[in-house]
């Protein structure tokens, strides 16, 4: 097989396995695909841009703010989603730069996050974020704690989109995904914020919504 290394193949080439995986899974909804930019420069990622893709995620705040309002001059479309820990004094640069945010886990940054929605008038779709696996060195709510977590969430006016979660490495995803999706079902969300590079085919197949995936689009780092 040709080696496949331009941003507009590698795009291609995971759409075209995410099609593959949903057919499988006979699902016919939309599965939104989040090109993971962190440490990305901006010359790596506008020719991703350029290929047409305009869906975005990052981790850091002040990373998105050094990358991100120039490139949206140029491409005004964009959607830019905030896939890693949020501390709650970044609660007002997150809600004014990004459309989405996958790591609500706790109620300080409920609100947090809530102030800022109502003060900005700019209320973005939250992922409730899961420690699935229990770890200790992982954040997100505990399992039994994402009743609350929503109701909080809800009450304060947060839209909730769903249920996000980073499974525990070296084991394989697929009972995590799964519990997540069953999680989601229980709490009356559609929204599944699951899977990465190596992954993602599985947690389309088990639901997933949105993937969250950077090295199979941008290629190994240097």
């Known amino acids: 097989m040709p080696h496949i290394d331009q ?6 080439n995971i759409k075209l396995k995410m099609d593959k995986a949903a057919s ?27 290929a047409g893709h305009r869906i975005f995620g990052e981790n850091r705040v002040q990373e998105a703010e050094s990358k991100w309002p120039d490139l949206r001059t140029e491409f005004r479309d964009v959607k830019l989603h905030m896939v890693g820990q949020l501390q709650s004094n970044k609660a007002a640069q997150a809600v004014r730069l ?3 945010i996958h ?10 996050l809530a102030k800022e929605m109502k003060q900005q008038g700019r209320y973005i779709p939250c992922f409730l974020q ?3 696996g229990e770890e200790s060195q992982k954040g997100g709510c505990e399992i039994g704690n994402i ?9 304060s006016g947060i839209p909730v989109a769903g ?14 995904f799964a519990l997540l999706s069953q999680l989601a079902k229980t709490h009356g969300l559609r929204g599944l914020s699951m899977g990465m590079s190596g992954d993602f085919e599985t947690a389309i197949k088990l639901g ?15």
Do not use: W
């Open 208 to 222: 997933a919504t949105h993937v969250r995936v950077g090295t199979a689009l941008f290629g190994a780092r240097d």
């Open 7 to 12: 941003p507009s193949e590698l795009l291609r």
């Open 98 to 100: 990004f459309d989405a």
């Open 24 to 50: 499988l899974a006979r699902r016919d909804d939309d599965i939104h695909l989040i090109a993971i930019s962190k440490t990305r420069e901006v010359e790596e990622i506008r020719p991703l841009l350029q």
């Open 130 to 132: 899961v420690n699935i």
């Open 103 to 112: 790591s609500l886990d706790r109620v300080s940054l409920v609100k947090a």
């Open 163 to 176: 249920l996000m979660c980073v499974p525990p490495t070296g084991v394989s995803p697929t009972p995590y």
């Open 147 to 155: 009743a609350d977590l929503l109701e909080k969430s809800k009450a």
